[in-house]
T-cell receptor, first 111, second 112 residues
Framework: NAGVTQTPKFQVLKTGQSMTLQCAQD?????MSWYRQDPGMGLRLIHY???????DQGEVPNGYNVSRSTTEDFPLRLLSAAPSQTSVYFC??????????FGEGSRLTVL | SQQGEEDPQALSIQEGENATMNCSYK?????LQWYRQNSGRGLVHLIL?????REKHSGRLRVTLDTSKKSSSLLITASRAADTASYFC????????????FGGGTRVLVKP
């Protein structure tokens, strides 16, 4: 049972480049979300989805896009990377938002 | 500022001692959860306490919730070196579409 899988684990981008962080879960969870973790800031919610075709914004959505075409996948797109987006990104899924299952994180550096 | 804030930010104890950390929040919640994060890893769910519960146990973990003070505490009894991690509280906020909001975490070091 793989749980929540995030790729890539590490990525270095130049300012202005775009990329997609992939997230897949095999637990048939309806709820999926993306967080970013910065030192001393805890985790901040970027976007979330309560099911295929439904997405909504979290606390810090600017500069990020998401889509949810299947139950399993919830990719996070950075449209034009900025140094302020240097962070560790976590994808999480849940049956009912009451117990989140997290991936191992994607460490992004924007130069 | 964040909905949930943990205190202390860091804690260092000897193996076998108890570790206590606190979480304060600002607005009404449906439930409060605690998560553990080992260095360089994802978060792992530990325990959930609902707003109408006052205390909950899970193995060596004891969580209390005081909704009148808008605070929760996590107690780890008889700590082990393997308990070294960061611990986060997360609150499901009624007024924010039931979104889950995390605090900044408490870093716990258990010395053997």
């Amino acid at each position: 049972n793989a749980g929540v899988t995030q790729t890539p684990k590490f990525q270095v981008l130049k300012t202005g480049q775009s990329m997609t962080l992939q997230c897949a879960q095999d637990m048939n969870h309806e709820y999926m979300s993306w967080y970013r973790q910065d030192p001393g800031m805890g985790l901040r919610l970027i976007h979330y989805s309560v099911g295929a075709g439904i997405t909504d914004q979290g606390e810090v959505p600017n500069g990020y896009n998401v889509s949810r075409s299947t139950t399993e996948d919830f990719p996070l797109r950075l449209l034009s990377a900025a140094p302020s987006q240097t962070s560790v990104y976590f994808c999480a899924s849940s049956k009912d938002r009451r117990e989140l299952f997290f991936g191992e994180g994607s460490r992004l550096t924007v130069l | 500022s964040q909905q949930g804030e943990e205190d202390p930010q860091a804690l260092s104890i000897q193996e076998g001692e108890n570790a206590t950390m606190n979480c304060s929040y600002k607005t009404s919640i449906n439930n409060l959860q605690w998560y553990r994060q080992n260095s360089g890893r994802g978060l792992v769910h530990l325990i959930l306490i609902r707003s109408n519960e006052r205390e909950k146990h899970s193995g060596r973990l004891r969580v209390t919730l005081d909704t009148s003070k808008k605070s929760s505490s996590l107690l780890i009894t008889a700590s082990r070196a393997a308990d070294t991690a960061s611990y986060f509280c997360a609150t499901e906020i009624k007024a924010a579409g039931n979104k889950l909001t995390f605090g900044g975490g408490t870093r716990v070091l258990v010395k053997p």
